[in-house]
């Protein structure tokens, strides 16, 4: 879904807690009404404690220092027979990793308060426009090739030069498009994480007869690199919907190296067919799957399912759901050095919010909008909902872009903080997060800006896609 005044339509917004309205924090949950400011941790005291001085005073009788000679080598002894008798590694009750994962190493310079930030944006690529730029994502095969991608149906490959920047078109299946409400259209784009070798994109787009949601793989040109063949398509998954709203549309591939899709609650105003809270839906999830084969054998489906997905081994779920209950995840992001999946979840009438995605995890919808009640609109049942780590209503905003987690070397003070914003207003917001709470939140800038979506380079450092342009983050 695009960030539009049309598109995420007047039901959705985003955050600004780090205003010091007062008004605004009694709208916030409970968490922040009484830790809004900065947590201040107490150091705990080690439960390790020193050997007394003297061993007269504790009654017990110790070894003379011949018998502690005698036992030491009998010990050495001990340990050499077990180590020449086999040659093979005891077992280790070591977790097995699920990924290699080699965390990006933060800068060493202390992080500085948010609210000392304030942040700048400069316009990258300024001889260049596009219509309707949904996504921006950096090609691994060099650091000055990046892809745009337009609603319409067309990605661009974006190329630095001494004699200035150039758009090839990489790739155009604005034929395979559908473009009949403002929401729909080309909204998510991923590269293979080996895409320098195999020259692998996934496209997430809306098409009609049926009305749905296509996944599908397509394949760069082995002989010309800025060029994709839309006959090299590969349909992975197939959603169909009954409205041309909240179709979701980001894909990012986890650490684990499986592909996350974002998928929308199907539309319709407050989610008339319950498609969030219901578990045989791929509606109002963000989906798991194993796309590494896809294509590979005959007969093989577009993916396979990660047997560690939550639901696998329920028959009352699909097993390719790794998290419910969302209404429109329009931008999540993995942070590189920790792992977590944040995700901005675009609101109804009146509350956006930032989640942190868990495994399994039932984030409200459409029982809850976020920290509140949304139907019934009093005494909802909230048990075991995963709420919001921080939400803002629709004084500040219309719809939240989810951003990413800051692991950049430019702006140092930075380091560690997640950013996000408002399609609506264009507050940019930063908040910092310990794993149990947000411990700070403020506004980083005002943009001005219709930010429908953000991007990360290889280096960490942050970009935003605005309707008038692209921009990099500089402090």
């Known amino acids: 879904m695009l960030p539009n005044p049309v598109i995420f339509t007047p039901a959705s917004c985003l955050i600004g807690l780090g205003s010091p309205d007062p008004s605004i924090k009694k709208a916030l949950p409970p968490i922040w009404a009484s830790d809004c400011a900065s947590q201040n941790l107490k150091t705990q005291s080690s439960s390790i404690k020193p050997l007394p001085r003297s061993h007269a005073s504790s009654g017990r009788a110790y070894p003379s220092p011949a018998r502690w000679s005698a036992l030491a080598v009998a010990c050495l002894l001990l340990m050499l027979f077990a180590a020449c008798t086999s040659d093979e590694p005891s077992p280790s009750n070591a977790p097995i ?4 994962f080699s965390p990006t190493p933060s800068p060493t310079t202390k992080p500085s308060p948010l609210s000392a930030i304030a942040l700048r944006l400069e316009r990258i690529f300024p001889n260049l426009s596009f219509t309707r730029v949904t996504n921006l994502v950096q090609s691994p095969t060099g650091p ?9 149906g067309r990605v661009w490959a974006l190329q630095n030069s001494p004699q200035g920047a150039k758009a090839t078109l990489f790739l155009d299946i604005t034929r395979n498009v559908l473009r009949l409400h403002n929401e729909e259209g080309l909204l998510g784009l991923a590269l293979d994480p080996s895409y320098a070798g195999n020259g692998y994109l996934y496209l997430y787009y809306s098409a009609a007869n ?36 909240h179709n979701g549309g980001q894909l990012a591939f986890g650490p684990d190296g499986y592909l996350y899709v974002g998928v929308g609650d199907g539309g319709g105003q407050g989610d008339p ?6 578990r045989l839906s791929f509606l109002g999830k963000i989906l798991r799957l194993d796309v590494e084969g896809a294509g590979k054998s005959p007969g093989v489906s577009g ?35 920790t792992g977590r999946l944040w995700a901005g979840d675009v609101g109804q009438a009146q509350w956006e919010e930032v989640d942190v995605i868990k495994k399994g995890g039932n984030y409200g919808w459409n029982v809850r909008e976020g920290d509140h009640c ?50 609506c207003s264009g507050a940019l917001w930063g908040l910092r997060y310990d794993g149990k709470r947000v411990t700070e939140q403020a506004t980083l800038a005002e943009t001005g800006l219709k930010v429908i979506s953000f991007a990360q380079d290889r280096d960490g450092e942050l970009y935003i896609v605005a309707e008038d342009g692209l921009y990099r983050l500089i402090g």
């Open 144 to 152: 000055g090739v990046w892809f745009v991608t337009e609603q319409s």
């Open 303 to 337: 993916y396979r399912i990660p047997t560690d997905n939550p639901f696998v081994a329920l028959s009352s779920a699909r097993g390719e759901l790794w998290a419910y209950g969302l209404r429109n995840p329009w931008r999540f992001s993995f942070d590189p050095a």
């Open 273 to 278: 067919y319950g498609n969030g809270q219901s």
């Open 97 to 100: 990793p699920t990924a290699a």
């Open 210 to 245: 049926p009305w749905r949601n296509v996944l599908a793989r397509f394949t760069r040109s082995p002989d010309y690199p800025l060029e994709a063949d839309p006959a090299s398509e590969l349909v992975i998954l197939e959603v169909e919907k009954s409205f041309g709203n």
């Open 374 to 423: 949304f139907s019934p609109s009093q005494g909802c049942d909230d048990q075991g909902v995963e709420p919001p780590i921080t939400e803002y209503s629709h004084a500040l905003g219309c719809s939240i872009t989810g951003g990413y987690v800051y692991r950049g070397k430019a702006i140092p003070g930075l380091a560690g903080a997640y950013l996000y914003a408002d399609y």
